[in-house]
């Protein structure tokens, strides 16, 4: 914005028009007041302008009045600025007007509405801002069912980049491989299932890999094992990953690994082997994030999200009965996974678009009264988890060295089927 003119604004409170000197001025008071958090004596200001003959002042005093409102929660006054400075002469911020407006129709659920305004806003915008607007529409446009044009929007935005779950692709692609090979019963398969079950004896001699590797290894004399487990991988797996990208999926997949075969040595003796710990932690993630992020997705994500709770209760539920009826499942495995992904899909923040980052002010950050768990914390939370997992792998071999009293003598059924 330009600077005042060096004759200086006369009295801003004074009848009559203001001239450009002096509006100047008063916008540049209220960018600094709401800089500062004053966003009352912010407005005030703002208000004074609003209605300049120039339209360039008229429009920022708008958008800076909207931005003060919508500070203070009066989403209503903040849209009604909004509305207006879309509906005056174009200037250069008349984008960011639109842009606005569009944010406003998501938060009523106005989703057509807000496809439209971005694109009243993607027409005005410069050409640094139009991939972010591109993003907003590709989801918008994907979360109405309108592949196509999600499609074209998100090629805008990344035209290098893809929306292919590798990590999902590569987790699947290594456990088949090595779940086919146990199948086989070749030697090769049968030393995949030595060096890589969850063995407790072993652990407790320090072999800790075991932990993790075990998710990569099945029920040699099972194929329905290996079926089920890579099928439910290949159902959540995507969504955990585009929610919250590919680093901390990868993060997710491990530590849930990690907490479900810890719960396990700690609960149960003997072998285990199965994905279905890290899986379980995958339907705690997405339990969780949907109901606390509001990831922007398509349908078909929504819909399973949607089933995510009845899938859990009942997959918990059968493996009760199956106990029951003598099958060996690992349902501690389970439980342990399931809570770590319900820890973590609270504390982590989703990469992609969500509701509330659809909902931001026009400097592009959240208003402070909804502002997400700062960087530090999610790090203490994901740091938190690892030290109960240490402290856990202790305990479980602590139990393990305890003499005749201990679990591992109970000779308590592993897992050798899916969860």
Known sequence: MPDASSTGPRDPFAAGPLDRATALALLQRGDALAGQGEYQQAAVLYSRVVGHRDAD?????????????????????????????????????????????????????????????????????????????????GWLNKEIGNQRAAGRYFGRTRPGGSDTPIVTYAILAVTIAIGLLQLTGTSLGADFTRLFELNTADVVRG??????????????????????????????????????????????????ALAASITSYIFLGGNAVGASGAIFGLFGVIFIAFRVHHPMLGRSANAIAGQIGFLIVFNLVLDVGLIGGGVGIDIFAHIGGLIAGLWLGLILLPTGV???????????????????????????????????LVAGLQIGTTIRTGGAGSVAERGVPAEVAPG
Request: one cysteine or more.
């Open 354 to 388: 969500t509701l509330a980052s659809l909902w931001q002010h026009p400097a592009g950050a959240p208003r402070a009264a909804r502002t997400p768990l700062s960087g530090a914390l999610r790090v203490g939370g994901v740091l938190l988890l690892v030290v109960l």
């Open 57 to 137: 002042l008229h429009v920022a005093a708008l958008l800076g009045l909207a931005e003060c409102r919508y500070r203070m929660d009066e989403d209503d006054a903040a849209l009604e600025a909004w509305r207006l400075a879309t509906q005056a002469p174009t200037t250069p911020l008349s984008w960011k007007a639109w842009q606005q407006l569009a944010a406003a129709r998501v938060r009523q659920g106005d989703l057509r509405g807000a496809i439209d305004a971005y694109r009243e806003a993607d027409r005005r915008a410069p050409r640094e801002a139009k991939a972010e607007i591109a993003s907003r529409l």
């Open 207 to 256: 072999e800790y890999w075991r932990l993790l590797t075990v998710v990569l290894v099945h029920d040699p004399g099972n194929p329905l094992h290996l079926a089920f487990n890579m099928y439910a991988l290949w159902l959540v797996g995507p969504i955990v990953e585009r929610v919250y990208g590919r680093g901390q999926y990868l993060l997710i997949y491990v530590l849930t």
